[in-house]
Nanobody
Framework: VQLQASGGGLVQAEDSLRLSCAAS????????MGWLRQAPGKVREFVAG????????YYGQSVKGRFTISRDDAKNLVYLQMNSLKPDDTAVYYC??????????????WGQGTLVTVSS
């Protein structure tokens, strides 16, 4: 599966932003999908994951209650709705896919990343 993330940009603190990830292939629905991020000088961090069925979602502690992951299997899209953004959310955001993993950092497939910058 190939992944293409989009929707990043420059926003102010407390703003909202929605990231999208388009997946190629006819087996999108068979993959768990996730979002991870990497800030300059920091290790890659798990942000959110959603199971194949869409029935279960998982969030990193730092974004819980502010971010929402969702998927549209008919369109081969996964979204990350980010609300109440903070400067600490500044990072390159990557979408990821895996048939077995749905949280953590060990995903098989990665998109190219989209930069989110939050100014104070």
């Amino acid at each position: 599966v190939q992944l293409q993330a989009s929707g990043g940009g420059l926003v102010q603190a407390e703003d909202s932003l929605r990231l999208s990830c388009a997946a190629s292939g006819r087996t999108f629905s068979s993959y768990n999908m996730g979002w991870l991020r990497q800030a300059p000088g920091k290790v890659r961090e798990f942000v959110a994951g959603i199971r194949r069925s869409g029935s279960s979602t998982y969030y990193g502690q730092s974004v819980k209650g502010r971010f929402t992951i969702s998927r549209d299997d008919a369109k081969n899209l996964v979204y990350l709705q980010m609300n109440s953004l903070k400067p600490d959310d500044t990072a390159v955001y990557y979408c990821a896919a895996d048939p077995n993993v749905w949280y953590g950092s060990a995903w098989d497939y990665w998109g190219q990343g989209t930069l989110v910058t939050v100014s104070s």
